[in-house]
């Protein structure tokens, strides 16, 4: 006897996928293993997910709805031992209760003139390109309407017949030999390839398909701030559909190249810039170079420290289709200067000997400071 599946997930006949896969969601979540651990849940939990797997299968679907269990042993095997004699495999026995793919229960028509599908590239961008935006001609080899017929696919323009073979229909039925005998099985007609209609003076040039392969050039305008992996859509520009059909759309996906040393971060530029020990000490201004020669200052106050940051504002990316910029931020990486001649040396010696301060061992007392102790255990997740 056959299984009731809906049974076992406690759902109706006509549940929706979503429907069944709630159902075995909510189940699974009380006769997991790793939630119960019985051997009755696990039976339990190995019925229902064998269930949740054939009733979302639509071909399995159909036989327990036909009555039959897709589970039982040898069903849908070649002849023989454990099979069906004379049978099939489980494609054949569907075709003899349902028809073949696209014809009999559910089948019908497909129309000859149909959407075409939507294309994609992708385009490279200088960091300097996406924050001024820019206007980049890109080369598609796609399908177009034939020039030769004016997109209708027939030499002499003139509007598809109904096919003769199916008569309009989109199928033939022919006989064929199944389990239950010799049954009636609907099949796409070979004529028109299910639609019904045929061009009988078909184009030279396209083949009645009332689509050609070209190339051509498409200007693609980039906004400012466009970001990495961002896409332009181009309604309209992607492929022709079959028959002539609506072209579909183009997207354009954008990969920004690595910029010498800016790195954006959303609307926001990082730079690191490489100060010597004095300018840290007494202070300084270093120089910025942005887009478009345009440069900034940033300003270190006299103590700057180690990885200290400058954050100046609206000297970063211009924000996509709003008002303003991010902010530029400077990270600031002190040098010890190397290989001191004997009047530096001497230097250094007397301004060591001037100040209080010395080497030592860094406390948690200094986390409070935001010292080097704090930068430490922030680095490492501690």
């Known amino acids: 006897m056959a299984r009731d599946y809906y049974g076992i997930l406690g759902v109706d006949r006509d549940a929706s996928d979503a429907e069944i896969k709630k159902a075995y969601r909510r189940l699974a979540r009380k006769?997991?293993?790793?939630?119960?651990?019985?051997?009755?849940?696990?039976?339990?939990?190995?019925?229902?997910?064998?269930?949740?797997?054939?009733?979302?299968?639509?071909?399995?679907?159909?036989?327990?709805?036909?009555?039959?269990?897709?589970?039982?042993?040898?069903?849908?095997?070649?002849?023989?031992?454990?099979?069906?004699?004379?049978?099939?495999?489980?494609g054949d026995i569907f075709e003899a209760f349902f028809g073949a793919a696209g014809g009999g229960a559910g089948g019908g028509r497909v129309p000859r003139v149909r959407p075409g599908n939507d294309a994609l590239l992708r385009m490279d961008l200088t960091l300097e390109e996406c924050f001024t935006g820019v206007s980049r001609e890109?080369?598609?080899?796609?399908?177009?309407?034939?020039?030769?017929?004016?997109?209708?696919?027939?030499?002499?323009?003139?509007?598809?017949?109904?096919?003769?073979?199916?008569?309009?229909?989109?199928?033939?039925?022919?006989?064929?030999q199944s389990i239950l005998g010799r049954v009636q099985v609907a099949r796409p007609c070979h004529r028109c390839n299910g639609s019904g209609e045929v061009i009988t003076d078909p184009c030279e040039n396209c083949g009645?398909?009332?689509?050609?392969?070209?190339?051509?050039?498409?200007?693609?305008?980039?906004p400012a701030g466009i970001a990495d992996g961002m896409r332009i859509r181009l309604s309209g520009e992607g492929e022709v559909g079959p028959g002539g059909g609506?072209?579909?759309?183009?997207?354009?996906?954008?990969?920004?190249?690595?910029h010498p040393y800016l790195v954006r971060d959303g609307d926001d530029l990082h730079v690191t810039v490489r100060v010597p020990m004095a300018d840290a000490a007494l202070g300084t201004d270093v120089e910025v170079g942005l887009f478009q020669g345009e440069t900034t200052t940033v300003t270190l106050e006299p103590g700057t420290q180690p990885e200290a940051t400058v954050t100046v504002k609206d000297k970063g990316m211009?924000?996509?289709?709003?008002?303003?910029?991010?902010?530029?931020?400077?990270?600031?990486?002190?040098?010890v200067?190397?290989?001191?001649?004997?009047?530096?040396?001497e230097l250094l010696e007397e301004f060591r000997s001037s100040t209080k301060e010395s080497a030592g061992v860094s406390s948690r007392s200094d986390e409070r400071s935001g010292g080097l102790f704090s930068r430490i255990r922030h680095r490492f997740g501690r």
């Not at 796609?142 to 073979?165: I, K, M, N, Q, Y």
């Not at 200067?337 to 040396?345: A, N, V, Y």
């Open 138 to 176: 890109v080369t598609v080899d796609t399908a177009v309407l034939c020039d030769v017929c004016d997109g209708t696919g027939s030499a002499s323009r003139s509007a598809p017949e109904t096919c003769p073979t199916c008569h309009g229909q989109g199928q033939v039925t022919e006989l064929q």
């Open 318 to 335: 211009p924000r996509l289709r709003r008002e303003g910029h991010g902010s530029l931020v400077t990270h600031v990486d002190v040098t």
């Open 246 to 258: 609506p072209a579909g759309d183009l997207y354009v996906e954008t990969r920004t190249l690595e």
């Open 337 to 345: 200067p190397t290989g001191l001649d004997h009047r530096q040396r």
């Open 208 to 222: 009645g398909d009332a689509r050609v392969r070209a190339r051509r050039d498409i200007t693609v305008n980039v």
């Open 31 to 90: 006769y997991h293993p790793d939630v119960n651990p019985s051997e009755e849940a696990a039976e339990k939990f190995r019925e229902i997910s064998v269930a949740q797997e054939v009733l979302t299968d639509p071909q399995k679907r159909r036989i327990v709805d036909a009555g039959g269990d897709p589970q039982e042993q040898g069903f849908g095997q070649p002849g023989g031992a454990g099979g069906f004699p004379g049978s099939g495999n489980l």
